[in-house]
C-alpha cells in the first residue's frame, strides 16, 4: 500500500526535516503535508504493479483544451515579441477582455488598470495575497476543508489560520457567528470559496450579504476563489460577490481558467476586485515573478472572447458523470449529494471508518483512488472525495467494483 496511515503520520510528525543536515525553517515545518503528492506516489506504486486504477482523486480536466485556444497560442508563440519578459501587471488586450467577461457574466464594472491582475494560475496569487498583508501575530480565517493554499499562504507569510469548520449542518458554510472576538481583532482576512472544493456547497446571497457586513464591520479583507464559477449544473449560476453592495471596498476575488476552458497545465487565471489590495498584490508579485508568457495571455484572450458553447458542453458531460456516479452510490446504499457546481462528490465514510483508512480500502480492494477528506483539514474527516474527471465507462466500471466491496 502506497499511502498507509503509518506514512501519513510520519509526514505529519515531520520526518522529512530529520533527513537533511539543513533544518527547515519553522514555517515550512509548519506547513501541512500537500496531500495529493503523497496519493500520487500511492497511484503510481500502484499502475507499477500493473493494476487497472481508476483515478477519481485530482481535479484536473481530462478533455483537452479547445482547438481555437491552442491556435492561438501557436500563432502569438510564432511572433518574437511574445518571447520577453511580459509586463508585470499582464498585457492590457488581456485585462480588457477579463473587464468585458465581467460585464457579460456579473454585470459588473471593473476598471481594467486598476481592479484587475493577470496571474500565473490563480493558486500563486491565493498564496501570495497573505505576504502583502499579515504581519507575525496576524490571523486569517480558514475555511476547514478547504484548497490547500489558504493555510499554506497564510503560514508562509508569518500569520497564523484560525479555522472556520465547515459543517454539512450549516450547508458547508462557516459559522461567522461563532467566530470569537479576539480573532476577529485579530483577523486581517478571510478565506471563502464557493462554489466550493472539496464539498461541491454553493453560496446563498444571504450567506454572502452576512459575509460583507462581518467583514467591513471588522475590517477584514474577503478574499474570494471562484475558480468553479463556471462549472454548474441544472441551471445554477454562481454569483461574484463584486455584485453585491459594499464589496468593492473589501473584496479581491480569485478566477481561473484552469477548469472553466480544460487548461490547468497552461498557468493562468487572474485577481479582481478592490484596486488597493490588488496593488498590494502586484507588489508582493514583482519580486517574485517576472509576469506570464505573453503567448499564453494572448491565448487567455481568445478563451475569454471566442465562443463559450464549449463551456456549455464540458459542464454537459460533467453533469451526465455527475447523475450516473451519484445515483449509481445511492443505490449501494453511500450518503452522497448531487453537486449543484464543481466536479466534486462529496461523500461519506461508512460509520466509525475514517477517511484514510476508507481511501487506503478503496486502493487496495478496487484499484480506485479517491482523495481522503483529512487532506482538506480535521472537519473534512468522515468523508472522502471522487472527482468527475474519468468518462462515464469508467465510473460505471468504479461503480461496479463497489458493488463488489461493499
Ligand atoms: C483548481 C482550483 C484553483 C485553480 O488553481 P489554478 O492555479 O488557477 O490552476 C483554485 N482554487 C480552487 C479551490 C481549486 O480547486
Redesign the pocket.
Known amino acids: 500500500m502506497g499511502f498507509s496511515k503509518a506514512s501519513w503520520a510520519l509526514l505529519n510528525a515531520g520526518c522529512l526535516e530529520r533527513i537533511s543536515m539543513f533544518k527547515l525553517s519553522k514555517k515550512v515545518q509548519s506547513l501541512p503535508p500537500y496531500l495529493f503528492l503523497e496519493i500520487d506516489k500511492a497511484k503510481r506504486q500502484a499502475a507499477k504493479e500493473g493494476r487497472d486504477i481508476i483515478d477519481l482523486g485530482i ?1 484536473d480536466p481530462d478533455q483537452p483544451t479547445p482547438k481555437f485556444i491552442i491556435e492561438a497560442l501557436y500563432k502569438a508563440s510564432q511572433d518574437p515579441a511574445n518571447h520577453r519578459y511580459a509586463l508585470d501587471q499582464g498585457m492590457p488586450v488581456l485585462r480588457r477582455a477579463i473587464q468585458g467577461w465581467y460585464k457579460r457574466r456579473f454585470n459588473v464594472g471593473l476598471d481594467p488598470d486598476t481592479e484587475i491582475l493577470p ?1 500565473i ?4 496569487g ?1 498564496a501570495h495575497f497573505p505576504l502583502a498583508f499579515l504581519n507575525p501575530g496576524d490571523i486569517s480565517l480558514v475555511p476547514d476543508p478547504c ?1 490547500p ?1 489558504y493555510k499554506g499562504g497564510t503560514i508562509l507569510a508569518g500569520g497564523a489560520p484560525y479555522i472556520m469548520p465547515l459543517l454539512e449542518s450549516n450547508h458547508f458554510l462557516p459559522d461567522l457567528k461563532k467566530i470569537p472576538l479576539l480573532a476577529r481583532k485579530k483577523a486581517k482576512m478571510i478565506f471563502v ?1 464557493y462554489p ?2 472539496p464539498t461541491n456547497a454553493c453560496a446563498s446571497d444571504d450567506f454572502y450579504r452576512q459575509l460583507i457586513e462581518f467583514s467591513a464591520r471588522n475590517k477584514i479583507i474577503i478574499i474570494s ?1 471562484l ?2 464559477s463556471e462549472m454548474a449544473y441544472d441551471g445554477y449560476k454562481a454569483r461574484s460577490l463584486l455584485e453585491f453592495p459594499g464589496a468593492r471596498e473589501i473584496v479581491i476575488e ?1 478566477h ?4 472553466t476552458y480544460n487548461m ?1 497545465g497552461w ?3 487572474w485577481a479582481s476586485g478592490n484596486a488597493n489590495l490588488i496593488s498590494a498584490l502586484a507588489k508582493v508579485k514583482s519580486n517574485i515573478d517576472s509576469g506570464i508568457f505573453s503567448a499564453i495571455q494572448l491565448a487567455a484572450v481568445a478563451a475569454i472572447e471566442g465562443p463559450q458553447d464549449y463551456v456549455k458542453s464540458m459542464c454537459d458531460i460533467y453533469q451526465e458523470r455527475r447523475d450516473i456516479l451519484v445515483e449509481g452510490l445511492s443505490a449501494l446504499g453511500w450518503s452522497a449529494i448531487k453537486p449543484k457546481a464543481t466536479f466534486y462528490v462529496w461523500i461519506k465514510t461508512p460509520a466509525k471508518v475514517d477517511s484514510i483508512s476508507f481511501s487506503a480500502k478503496l486502493l487496495k480492494e478496487a484499484n480506485i483512488v479517491a482523495t481522503p477528506g483529512v487532506g482538506f483539514g480535521k472537519y473534512g474527516e468522515g468523508y472522502i472525495r471522487m472527482a468527475l474527471t474519468v468518462p462515464k465507462e469508467r465510473i460505471k466500471e468504479a461503480l461496479v467494483r463497489l458493488k463488489k466491496i461493499s
Open positions: 481535479g496571474l494560475g490563480s493558486k500563486e491565493i484548497y493554499p470559496n466550493n472544493n476563489d475558480a468553479y480569485f481561473s481558467l484552469s477548469k490547468t498557468r493562468i487565471g
